[in-house]
C-alpha cells in the first residue's frame, strides 16, 4: 500500500501553452436508479438495500473460520472482499446462498419425469467478433453463442446450468441469451411465435424440413472460478447495468483525468511548436557492450525503422565491435521508490520514439529535450491517489517480471501511466451506486491489458502489438500507450448488450469445494484449464492487484513446477472437480467438457478423471473458436479445434439394477443397452455423408463396460470374444455398429437419405491400430499375405518407439484365420467371392474352384469361433507380460502394449493391484499417461490399494 504523506500531482506545468482542444467530455454524473426489487422470495424497497441485507449476512459468515477453510477461499481482507461482492448474486468468496437460490428457482428431480437427449454429436463453429467476447481480454474463453447451442439442446427453460470454471461467464451469458429470440435465430434456428425453436433436418428422401428441439426462455447459471478477476467480470456480464449511465460516469472521470493530468501526455511539434497530443511512446533497453563496457541503445543499434527490420546481430555504437542480442548483458539502473519504502533495480529503458496527434494528424520523432524533461518531472512526483503495491513471486510465469527488476505490479507500469491509472481508479472508488461502480473496474480491468510495460512495439509491423499471450513478458521495445486513447476505446467495446434478468448466481472457489445440494442441476458446461497450457493465477496477478482480492493457487488445476503440481496431482485436482460436478448433477442428465490441450497425456487424464467418477463418456465431437490459442497454434502438435466431450450420469434406476446384477451377464448387457440410448445415432461428415459413429464399435462398447465395471469395483465378466459373441444376439448390427430396435429404424432412414458413408481412415502406431486396420482391411475383402502385405508396410510409418515391433505374419496368426483350402469355404470368403467375381456365383461352399480361389486368405473371424484364437492370444500376452513383471529391468525401453494391458486386465481380476502398480512403474510415464487403458488399470490399483 502507498503509505506516508499524500502529495498532489501538478495539474501543468508552468510556461507551457494551453492545449486548445476542447474537453474531452463534458458530462455530469447521473443520479442512481431507486425502485423496489424482489430478491429470492423477499422484497427490497431498492436495490442497494438488498445488497446492504445480504452484505451483512455475508460479513458474518466471514468471521466463521470454518467458512474461510472452503477449498479456494481467495487471499483478502474481508473489506475488500465485500467490497467486490453483489450477494446474493456474486460473492468474492465461496457463495453462502447456493443453496437458496437453487431451492427457489431449481427443479426437484423427479426420476418418474422423462428426460431424453442424445448427445450432441453435431461439430460445432462459432467465429470471435461477438462484442461481449472482445470486450474482456480475459485468457481463454469459449464463444456464448457456441455454448447457447449445448444448452438449448440439453435443457429447457429455468433449468439451472453450471460451470465450476467459469472464467468471464460465457456460459452464464449464454444461459440468459436462450430467451433471445434475435440471438437464437443467429445461430441458424427458427423460433415459432410459441417460443420453440426449430433446427433443419433431412428427412429419408433428402428434402430438409425444420423439426422442434427445445423451447425459447432464459436458463438460470451456476458460475463458478478460482480466480476473483474472472468472477468479477462473469458476474457483471450477467448483470444488469444502465449502459448509458455507465458511458456517462466512465467519459466524465476520463474527462476530469484528462483535464488534471493530460499534461503528461503532450509534446512539442517539430515544425512549428505547437502542443501535440501522444499516442505512444516506444521505449529501448540499454544494453552493454562486453568489449569496451560502454552503453549501448539496442534500438539505435538494432532496430532498421525505415526497412522495418530488427537485427540479431549488430554493432556497437562506441566500438563497432559485434554484439549478439541473445547474449547481450543489460544494463540496470536503482532508485528509491517511495510506495514500497525501498531501492528498486531494474533494466534500464530509454524513451526512443513518440507517436503523435497536431489537429488531425500524425507524426512520429525522436525524443527531445522538452520530452526527456517531461519524462523526469513525472518521475519526480509523488502519486497522490492510494494504489496497491503487490509482490511478485516467484512462479512458473513471473520469471520475466523478477529478472527485468519489476518485483511489485506498480512497477510493471510506467510512472506515466501509473499516475494516470491510479487517478481513474479513484474516481471510480467514489462512486455511490455499487452496481455502475462494479461496471466502472470492468471497464478499468479491461484497459490494463495494453498500459503496462507488457504492451510490445513491432518494428518489424511498424505499430504497437500488445503483450505475447499467455506470458508476463517485457519486450525490449516495450510500448507506452496513452491511457486516454485506450480507456475511451473500452468504454466502446463495454457499452455492450446484456441480459435483463438476474438468472446468474457466482462465486470465487475451488471446482470442489461449490457447495450445491446433490442431484438439484440440470446441465454442466465445463472448459476446465489443460496441463500446463495457462498459469491462471500467475498471469492475473497484475489485474488482481486492482482489486485487492486474489487467486489462492493451491487448488489450482494445472500442471505447475513451482506448485508442485505434475500430472498425477493435475488428475487428482480434476477428479475431485468432476465428483463434484457429478453428485450436483442430476442422474441421466449430460455434462459437457471442452477440451483445448494437444497432448495425449491430458486428453487421457481428463477422460479418465470423468470415468472415475462416475460419469460416461458417450461422444467426441469438435468446437471450432476461430483463430486458436498461441499454445494450440505453434506448438508441436498443434490442433486447430478443440474437442468436445458429452458425458452422461447413469440414471438412478440403472444404477439400482447394477448393483444386483453385476455379478452376473445380466448386468453387462443391462449396462450396454443402456449406454447405446445415450449414443447419438448418426453422425455426419463432409456433403452430408454419414461417418461411423465409433461409439458404437463394439470393441469401444467393450471398453467402456469394462471401465464401468472396473470403477464400480467388480470383476469384468466376459472377455472380448464372450462379448462381441452376444451383441448381435441382442442388438442390431449395421455397418460396424451396434443398436437399440428402434434406434436402428431411425438409423435406416437416415442413411437412405444421406449421400454416403464415410470410412474412417485409420493409421497404424502400435499392435492394436495394427489389428483395428487389418479388421477393416478383411472385413470386407479377405486376402492373402502376398496382397495384404505391401499395403501393410506402406502404412506402417508411424510405429511407436517405445512398442515392441511385430511382423504382419504374427498379427495375421494371432487375431485373424486362413482359410487353407481343405473344409467348406468360410462365410466371410464366400460372400466376397461371389460378389465380386461372376464365375464364383451360386457355387456350393465345397465347390472345388471356390475353394481354390479362397485358399491361403485370411479373414475376420466370426465372434462364435474366435474363441479358441483369443485363447491363444492371451497365452502368448501372458507370458510376455510375466516376463516384464519378473526382469530386473528398471525401465522397460521396448515392450509389447496388448502384452501389458492383457497382463493389468489379469492382475486386476486376481485383485492382485500390486502387480499392476510394479509394472506400470516400468513403463516411461509418458505412455502410461497416454495410454487411457493401462491409466485406467493404475490409477484403479493405486486407489485399492490405499497407495494414492
Known amino acids: 500500500m502507498n503509505n506516508g504523506e499524500k502529495t498532489r500531482v501538478s495539474r501543468r506545468p508552468d510556461g507551457i501553452e494551453e492545449n486548445k482542444q476542447s474537453d474531452l467530455f463534458n458530462l455530469e454524473p447521473k443520479a442512481e436508479q431507486t425502485g423496489p426489487v424482489k430478491c429470492l422470495g423477499m422484497t427490497f424497497s431498492n436495490d442497494e438495500e438488498r445488497r446492504k441485507h445480504f452484505l451483512s449476512i455475508l460479513r458474518e459468515k466471514l468471521k466463521d473460520p470454518e467458512f474461510r477453510k472452503i477449498e479456494g477461499f481467495p487471499i483478502g481482507l474481508d473489506e475488500d472482499i465485500l467490497a467486490l461482492s453483489d450477494p446474493p448474486y456474486y460473492t468474492a468468496?465461496?457463495?453462502?446462498?447456493?443453496?437458496?437460490?437453487?431451492?427457489?428457482?431449481?427443479?426437484?428431480?423427479?426420476?418418474?419425469?422423462?428426460?431424453?437427449?442424445e448427445p450432441f454429436a453435431a461439430d460445432v463453429s462459432e467465429g470471435k467478433n461477438d462484442p461481449i467476447y472482445n470486450a474482456h481480454s480475459y485468457h481463454t474463453k469459449v464463444p456464448h453463442k457456441a455454448i447457447m447451442r449445448y444448452i438449448l439442446h440439453y435443457t429447457e427453460p429455468g433449468d439451472i446450468v453450471f460451470d465450476s470454471f467459469c472464467g468471464t461467464g460465457m456460459t452464464g451469458v449464454a444461459a440468459q441469451m436462450c430467451g433471445n429470440r434475435e440471438v437464437v435465430m443467429?445461430?441458424?434456428?427458427?423460433?415459432?411465435?410459441?417460443?420453440?425453436i426449430l433446427q433443419k433436418e433431412t428427412d429419408e428422401s433428402g428434402r430438409d424440413f425444420w423439426h422442434p428441439f427445445s423451447k425459447l426462455g432464459v436458463r438460470r447459471a451456476l458460475l463458478n472460478d478460482l480466480s476473483p478477476l474472472a468472477t468479477f467480470i462473469a458476474s457483471n456480464y450477467n448483470t444488469p447495468v444502465d449502459m448509458a449511465e455507465?458511458?456517462?460516469?466512465?467519459?466524465?472521470?476520463?474527462?476530469?483525468?484528462?483535464?488534471?493530468?493530460?499534461?503528461?501526455?503532450?509534446?512539442?511539434?517539430?515544425?512549428?511548436?505547437?502542443?501535440?497530443?501522444?499516442?505512444?511512446?516506444?521505449?529501448?533497453?540499454?544494453?552493454?557492450?562486453?568489449?569496451?563496457?560502454?552503453?549501448?541503445?539496442y534500438w539505435d543499434a538494432a532496430v532498421d525503422k525505415d526497412n522495418a527490420v530488427v537485427k540479431e546481430k549488430f554493432n556497437c555504437t562506441n566500438c563497432f565491435s559485434e554484439i549478439k542480442k541473445r547474449y547481450a548483458e543489460k544494463a540496470y539502473e536503482s532508485y528509491f521508490d517511495d510506495s514500497i519504502a525501498g531501492v528498486v533495480r531494474m533494466v534500464k529503458q530509454v524513451p526512443v520514439l513518440i507517436n503523435y496527434t497536431v489537429g488531425k494528424k500524425r507524426y512520429e520523432k525522436k525524443p527531445d529535450l522538452f520530452d526527456t524533461e517531461r519524462i523526469a518531472k513525472i518521475n519526480k512526483i509523488s502519486i497522490e491517489y492510494d494504489f496497491p503495491t503487490i509482490q511478485i513471486k516467484d512462479g512458473a510465469k513471473t520469471r520475466e517480471p523478477l529478472v527485468f527488476g519489476a518485483t511489485y505490479t506498480h512497477l510493471m507500469y510506467t510512472r506515466r501511466n501509473l499516475s494516470i491509472i491510479v487517478a481513474v481508479l479513484d474516481r471510480i472508488e467514489r462512486i455511490e451506486n455499487s452496481r455502475l461502480k462494479n461496471y466502472l473496474k470492468v471497464w478499468f480491468t479491461s484497459s490494463q491489458t495494453r498500459l503496462h510495460k507488457m504492451n510490445r512495439y513491432a518494428a518489424q509491423h511498424q505499430r504497437h502489438v500488445g503483450p505475447l499471450a499467455n506470458t508476463l513478458y517485457i519486450s525490449s521495445t516495450p510500448a507506452e500507450i496513452s491511457p486516454f486513447y485506450f480507456f475511451d476505446l473500452k468504454i466502446k467495446e463495454n457499452t455492450l448488450t446484456l441480459g435483463s434478468d438476474l438468472s446468474t448466481i457466482v462465486q470465487v472457489g475451488g471446482a470442489s469445494g461449490v457447495l450445491v445440494p446433490e442431484n438439484t442441476l440440470d446441465y454442466i458446461f465445463l472448459d476446465p484449464p489443460f496441463g500446463h497450457n495457462i498459469m491462471y493465477?500467475?498471469?492475473n496477478i497484475i489485474w488482481e492487484a486492482w482489486l485487492r482480492v486474489r487467486t489462492n493457487s493451491l487448488p489450482e488445476a494445472i500442471e505447475n513446477k513451482h506448485q508442485g503440481k505434475g500430472l498425477d496431482e493435475y488428475r487428482s485436482l480434476m477428479v475431485s472437480a468432476f465428483s463434484n460436478a457429478y453428485q450436483a448433477l442430476k442422474p441421466g442428465r449430460w455434462l459437457t467438457v471442452e477440451f483445448s490441450n494437444t497432448k495425449a497425456s491430458v486428453w487421457n487424464s481428463i477422460q479418465s478423471a470423468l470415468t472415475v467418477v462416475g460419469f460416461v463418456v458417450a461422444n467426441v465431437a469438435t468446437l471450432n473458436k476461430g483463430r486458436g490459442g498461441l499454445h494450440a497454434i505453434i506448438g508441436p502438435t498443434a490442433v486447430k479445434q478443440d474437442l468436445v466431450i458429452s458425458a452422461y450420469k447413469p440414471n438412478e434406476g440403472f444404477e439400482e439394477r447394477f448393483h444386483k446384477e453385476a455379478s452376473t451377464e445380466v448386468g453387462v448387457w443391462d449396462f450396454v443397452r443402456t449406454h447405446l440410448k445415450y449414443l447419438p445415432v448418426v453422425k455426419r461428415g463432409t456433403n452430408a455423408n454419414l461417418i461411423v459413429v465409433t461409439e458404437r464399435d463394439p470393441r469401444i462398447l467393450y471398453d467402456q463396460m469394462v471401465a464401468y465395471y472396473v470403477r464400480k469395483g467388480y470383476p469384468v465378466l466376459l472377455n472380448s470374444t464372450e462379448f462381441q459373441a452376444g451383441l448381435p444376439q441382442r442388438f442390431s448390427y449395421r455397418d460396424g455398429m451396434y443398436f437399440l430396435p428402434d434406434q436402428v429404424a431411425e438409423y435406416d432412414k437416415k442413411k437412405m437419405a444421406a449421400r454416403g458413408m464415410e470410412q474412417i481412415k485409420l493409421f497404424i502406431s502400435d499392435e492394436s491400430s495394427a489389428i483395428a486396420w487389418l479388421c477393416q482391411l478383411l472385413k470386407d475383402k479377405p486376402q492373402s499375405f502376398q496382397d495384404i502385405h505391401p499395403l501393410f508396410i506402406k502404412e506402417l510409418g508411424g510405429w511407436q518407439k517405445y512398442e515392441k515391433p511385430l511382423e504382419l505374419s504374427e498379427l495375421l496368426e494371432q487375431n485373424f484365420i486362413r482359410y487353407d483350402g481343405k473344409d467348406e469355404v468360410p462365410t466371410q470368403i464366400h460372400s466376397y467371392l461371389s460378389t465380386n467375381f461372376k464365375d464364383q456365383r451360386n457355387l456350393p461352399k465345397d465347390d472345388e474352384n471356390l475353394r481354390a480361389?479362397?485358399?491361403?486368405?485370411?479373414?475376420?473371424?466370426?465372434?462364435?469361433?474366435?474363441?479358441?484364437?483369443?485363447?491363444m492370444r492371451d497365452r502368448l500376452l501372458l507370458k510376455e507380460f510375466?516376463?516384464?513383471?519378473?526382469?530386473?529391468?528398471?525401465?522397460?525401453?521396448?515392450?509389447?502394449?496388448?502384452?501389458?494391458r492383457a497382463g493389468f486386465k489379469k492382475a486386476w481380476?486376481?485383485?492382485?493391484?500390486?502387480?499392476i502398480i510394479t509394472v506400470a512403474h516400468k513403463i516411461p510415464e509418458d505412455v502410461l499417461q497416454e495410454d487411457p487403458k493401462l491409466l485406467m488399470w493404475y490409477d484403479q490399483a493405486l486407489t485399492r490399494s490405499g497407495k494414492e
Not at 468468496?93 to 437427449?117: H, L, Q, T, V
Not at 443467429?186 to 420453440?196: A, D, E, M, P, Q
Not at 481380476?909 to 502387480?915: L, M, N
Open 882 to 900: 510375466e516376463d516384464y513383471h519378473t526382469s530386473s529391468q528398471k525401465r522397460l525401453k521396448v515392450f509389447r502394449i496388448e502384452a501389458v
Open 853 to 871: 480361389k479362397g485358399k491361403d486368405r485370411w479373414y475376420v473371424p466370426d465372434p462364435n469361433k474366435a474363441g479358441d484364437l483369443e485363447k
Open 93 to 117: 468468496c465461496p457463495n453462502p446462498f447456493i443453496a437458496d437460490f437453487i431451492k427457489y428457482y431449481g427443479k426437484p428431480y423427479d426420476p418418474s419425469k422423462p428426460y431424453n437427449r
Open 909 to 915: 481380476q486376481e485383485r492382485d493391484y500390486a502387480t
Open 186 to 196: 443467429s445461430l441458424g434456428y427458427k423460433v415459432k411465435l410459441n417460443g420453440t
Open 246 to 297: 455507465f458511458k456517462s460516469e466512465a467519459k466524465r472521470i476520463l474527462n476530469e483525468v484528462q483535464k488534471e493530468l493530460g499534461w503528461m501526455y503532450e509534446t512539442v511539434h517539430t515544425s512549428n511548436k505547437a502542443i501535440g497530443k501522444i499516442n505512444y511512446v516506444v521505449w529501448s533497453d540499454v544494453l552493454i557492450c562486453s568489449n569496451c563496457g560502454e552503453e549501448v541503445v
Open 537 to 539: 493465477s500467475d498471469l
